[in-house]
């Protein structure tokens, strides 16, 4: 089956940086969308960022300006570079992609594992 792996997250202090990495692997035919989502404890889990497979972005209002949304398709792995992080960024994050699996017909959504990032102050 297709499984999404995350990598990068962890402690840091708030004006610091971090970057998340997610590589796709597994029976995959193709990608569409890959995003970045967080949940905080006590709250619903959020979209951060995603992008399309054609390179458009969308973030949320709380990370524009602060968060970069990439991608290697070459390497089906999505990236999250975190600048300037606040401790209100605190949060489980998880990987996603659409993700249409070698001989489907049908795109579907994958998560990662889930990457801990905590921002002191």
């Known amino acids: 089956q297709v499984q999404l792996v995350e990598s990068g997250g962890g402690l840091v202090q708030a004006g610091g940086s971090l970057r998340l990495s997610c590589a796709a692997s597994?029976?995959?035919?193709?990608?569409?969308?890959m995003g970045w989502y967080r949940q905080a404890p006590g709250k619903q889990r959020e979209l951060v960022a995603k992008?399309?497979?054609?390179?458009?972005?969308n973030y949320a209002d709380s990370v524009k300006g602060r968060f970069t949304i990439s991608r290697d398709n070459a390497k089906n792995t999505v990236y999250l570079q975190m600048d300037s992080l606040k401790p209100e960024d605190t949060a489980v994050y998880y990987c996603?992609?659409?993700?249409?699996?070698?001989?489907?017909?049908?795109?579907?959504?994958?998560w990662g594992q889930g990457s801990q990032v905590t921002v002191s102050s």
């Open positions: 996603n992609a659409v993700v249409r699996a070698r001989y489907s017909s049908n795109f579907r959504d994958y």
């Open positions: 597994g029976s995959i035919g193709s990608i569409s969308t």
């Open positions: 992008i399309s497979s054609g390179g458009s972005r």
